[in-house]
Nanobody, 125 residues
Framework: QVQLVESGGGLVQAGGSLRLSCAASGLTVSIYNMGWFRQAPGKEREFVAAISWNGGSTFYVDSVKGRFTISRDNAKNTVYLQMNSLKPEDTAVYSC??????????????????WGQGTQVTVSS
């Protein structure tokens, strides 16, 4: 059974930092491209960042470029999202996902095969 479990969310003040983790079981992360998405209340799910299977390529939505960093440790079957300089508009449920598609960097949710349940990130002003 495939499971992606996110952790590291919480409440932080604007300007603060959080590091999200996505631990996989029942799935070999090293053969999947991985992505982070977020969904704020009343809004559609939004692509945040993606990383290729070997970590050689990363992609970000414009609103987080320069503030967020996606990385992976295939030996630990884990993907990370380092979030710095957080803003209130970053408040959302953050989910990780695994994609076997070459077009994973497009951020289209339909290209992702497996999803985690998400972790809440709340940024206060």
């Amino acid at each position: 059974q495939v499971q992606l479990v996110e952790s590291g969310g919480g409440l932080v003040q604007a300007g603060g930092s959080l590091r999200l983790s996505c631990a996989a079981s029942g799935l070999t992360v090293s053969i999947y491209n991985m992505g982070w998405f977020r969904q704020a209340p009343g809004k559609e799910r939004e692509f945040v960042a993606a990383i290729s299977w070997n970590g050689g390529s990363t992609f970000y939505v414009d609103s987080v470029k320069g503030r967020f960093t996606i990385s992976r440790d295939n030996a630990k079957n884990t993907v990370y999202l380092q979030m710095n300089s957080l803003k209130p508009e970053d408040t959302a449920v953050y989910s990780c996902a695994a994609s076997s598609s070459y077009a994973y960097y497009s951020g289209r949710t339909g290209l992702y095969n497996y999803w985690g349940q998400g972790t809440q990130v709340t940024v206060s002003s």
